[in-house]
């Protein structure tokens, strides 16, 4: 009887604490279902939208987001470099490459919980594609790191991990299904501060 | 000592059934979804600043730092939605969301003439119902037919730089959401 008992309380405990555990992991995760990856940067186009699969949906519920519509852009999110180190703040970075055709972007580096990273001073912690300088070739080099830097900077501050966010809005990337085929810019590390 | 292994091994079949239904009714009862967040800052047809205008926590995480952002909440079952903002900004998106969250309609400023933000939310019940005699305040505006009953509307303004935060600003301020 005490055994019958006790295996019960075993079926019950995997059961409810494995079945929490596994939803809570997948959907903390960033590598989920829907996700397309263009080199370091991931992107979940069907997030938000009525095809999206239960993990988005809930993912989309527990954090209480507003997708961009299809009509209105795409975001990219990037955790690694192109080493496959994770990115941190007390670390310099260079981004660089092509960028995909649209009306413009942004670029901005947030914390784990999403907030954005910012210089501390009156710069602004995200930059856009009409104040970037471009190479001769339409592609963009900008450096992310503390300390600044000529041409393009995106200022940083603090330390600990963090994630670059580069949208794209008004874009062909986010209305087709082309989106495997685009290329994004490299992230490359440059240094860290000891 | 097998009765334990057959124990484990139903416990992981459960893990599994739990998994599927709290993954499907998680967007049910979540108190911290977007509609949820909006229904504590503002009413029905009201339109409420959902950006960090003083640098405080957004209320719903739609769009990044050079973004302004408001959105309203509408019920169709009580007739049209409609939308006005007057003024120039350098982009605009409005995004359509229904209850759950998810992104049933979007368009950007490139998808009327001049630019301008004038547009009416309907089920094509009452589409039909307009088009018998379209109201004089309608004459200029976009249709757009939903097939929901309440959502939300969420339209998002650029602000290329720190000069355009007072034109963007009260853009947003002036969106009028109005039931018809």
Not at chain 1, 58 to 85: H, I, K, M, P, Y
Not at chain 2, 72 to 93: E, I, K, M, Q, Y
Request: proline fraction near 6%; glycine fraction near 8%; charge should be negative.
């Amino acid at each position: 009887m005490l055994k019958t008992a006790f295996l019960t309380f075993v079926v019950l405990c995997i059961s409810i604490v494995g079945g929490g555990a596994s939803v809570w992991y997948t959907l903390k995760a960033n590598e989920s279902v829907g996700a397309v990856t263009i080199g370091e940067w991931t992107a979940f186009p069907l997030m938000g939208t009525l095809d999206a699969d239960p993990y988005s949906r809930a993912r989309v519920a527990r954090e209480g987001l507003l997708t961009l519509g299809r009509a209105e852009g795409l975001s990219f999110s990037a955790q690694r470099d192109s080493d496959g180190g994770a990115l941190r703040r007390e670390c310099s970075y260079r981004i660089e490459g092509p960028v995909p055709s649209a009306r413009f972007w942004t670029l901005y580096a947030a914390d784990p919980a999403g907030a954005v990273i910012s210089a501390g001073t009156r710069r602004s912690g995200a930059l856009h594609s009409y104040q970037v300088l471009r190479l001769a070739d339409n592609s963009v080099s900008i450096a992310a790191g503390a300390h600044p830097a000529p041409g393009n900077w995106l200022a940083l501050s603090g330390t600990g991990p963090m994630t670059l966010v580069l949208t794209f809005f008004d874009t062909p990337i986010a209305s087709s299904t082309g989106a495997s085929d685009v290329v994004l810019p490299s992230i490359v590390k440059v240094g860290c501060d000891a | 000592m097998l009765r334990l292994f057959y124990a484990c091994l139903i416990g992981l079949v459960g893990a599994g059934i739990v998994h599927i239904a709290v993954l499907l009714l998680l967007p049910q009862f979540s108190e911290r979804d977007a509609w949820s967040s909006l229904a504590e800052a503002g009413d029905f047809y009201k339109a409420v600043r959902i950006d960090a205008a003083d640098g405080s926590p957004p209320i719903v995480k739609a769009a990044g730092p050079l973004f302004h952002a408001s959105a309203c909440r509408f019920d169709l079952t009580n007739g049209p939605v409609h939308l006005r903002a007057p003024g120039t900004v350098p982009f605009w998106s409005v995004s359509i969301y229904n209850r759950a969250g998810q992104n049933v309609y979007s368009f950007n400023d490139r998808a009327t003439d001049r630019g301008a933000l004038d547009f009416v939310v309907l089920t094509s019940d009452q589409m039909i119902e307009v088009r018998k005699a379209v109201p004089e305040s309608f004459q200029k505006a976009i249709f757009v037919q939903v097939p929901i009953g309440e959502g939300i509307v969420l339209v998002r303004s650029f602000v290329p730089d720190p000069t355009w935060e007072e034109a963007t600003s009260e853009f947003l301020a002036r969106l009028a959401c109005t039931e018809e």
